[in-house]
């Protein structure tokens, strides 16, 4: 028997609030100046939270089942070894402007996914999983791969930063690298988007999984767009055009729903991010063309893997369960 969801009544009013209190957090100027602009997917979280439990739902953060036979601490232990080496491995310059993430409100978010990471997989078999794993990081690297060589091609092998900053008399040097950038955001943006945003915008406002069709997938997604374009203004932490903040949104609702599982939505949501911001910070800036764009190989290549998952959910789902 599937559990029950919330109405959709109290799923809007849920939207609602999300933004007014990533709005109000971060117009209070005592909670951000000691959090950080990350109050803003930390509010979410914690309101989603809030109001599951309240209304006497589970979190879900994990898929249910099939459960491994007896709780594995190694799990959870290497899970949290593969995110600390992602992130040292990547860890930027403290010249370059992703310092931004190196703050105690990124610092809280990040240790409480990973350590969730963590428990999912010790109690979860995720084999079943895995083909979804792979298809999430596939729409992800895809197009960024595509972005960096449409830069190579048109701009030269100067163009990109891919494993070194540059330095070299007459070289344009960039804030970050390619796969350093990538490895260093994805790391902290899947454990980040696991425990906020994912149990927000996915978990909350589009409900279990099996009951949910492309129309409610849609809807969390125009409120996840929304609450982007709300706490993008004046930060340094949420630069991605709108436009790629709602494709992902929608690519993740597709994925979650086709998978069963938020760790799946949550690594695909951090890779089309990262990979957004590491050709921003990887993109060397001459004066015919300025750091940041991507091309349009990005933008297509991302909204062809979205169409693709929206095909599969109208065809496994339908348009309107859940709504009707």
């Known amino acids: 028997m599937l559990q029950r969801d919330l109405p959709l009544w109290a799923r809007g009013a849920a939207a609602v609030l999300f933004l ?12 951000r100046g000691l959090v950080g602009d990350a109050v803003a997917p930390l509010s979410v979280g914690v309101v989603a939270a809030f109001i599951l439990r309240g209304m006497h739902l589970p979190i879900s953060i994990w898929p249910n089942g099939p459960w491994r036979s007896r709780f594995s601490a190694g799990t959870v232990v290497a899970v949290a ?4 080496l992602l992130i040292v491995v990547g860890r930027p310059a403290l010249s370059s402007g992703l310092v ?3 703050e105690p409100g990124v610092a809280l978010v990040v240790v409480v996914g990973v350590a969730a990471w963590g428990f999912t997989w010790a ?7 895995l083909p979804w794993f792979g298809a999430a990081v596939g729409a992800g690297l895809v197009p960024w791969g595509l972005a960096l060589v449409g830069l190579i091609l048109r701009g030269g092998s100067d163009a990109v930063c891919l494993v070194s900053t540059g330095g070299l008399p007459d070289a344009p040097v960039c804030q970050g690298t390619a796969l350093g950038t990538l490895a260093f955001l994805t790391a902290l943006g899947a454990a980040a988007a696991l425990v906020t945003t994912e149990l927000a915008f996915r978990r909350l406002l589009i409900g279990h999984p099996d009951r949910a069709g492309l129309m409610l ?9 929304l609450w982007w374009m709300l706490v ?8 991605a055009p709108w436009w790629l903040a709602g494709l992902s949104a929608m690519g993740a609702g597709c994925l979650y729903v086709l998978s069963g599982s938020l760790l799946v939505s949550g690594l695909y949501y ?14 060397a800036a001459t004066e015919s063309a300025p750091a940041g764009a991507g091309g349009w190989e990005f933008g297509v290549a991302h909204l062809v893997a979205v169409l693709t998952f929206a095909v599969l959910v109208v065809r496994q789902k339908g348009v309107l369960r859940g709504i009707r």
């Open 20 to 31: 007014f209190a990533s709005w109000w957090m971060l117009e209070t100027e005592t909670l």
């Open 232 to 239: 993008g203004a004046g930060s340094q932490m949420f630069v």
């Open 270 to 283: 951090a890779l089309v991010l990262a990979g957004s911001d590491a050709i921003r910070y990887a993109a």
């Open 217 to 225: 997938i849609a809807g969390a997604a125009a409120v996840a767009t």
């Open 81 to 84: 070894l593969v995110f600390g």
């Open 123 to 129: 109690f979860v078999q995720q084999r079943k999983y």
């Open 100 to 102: 931004a993430w190196l």
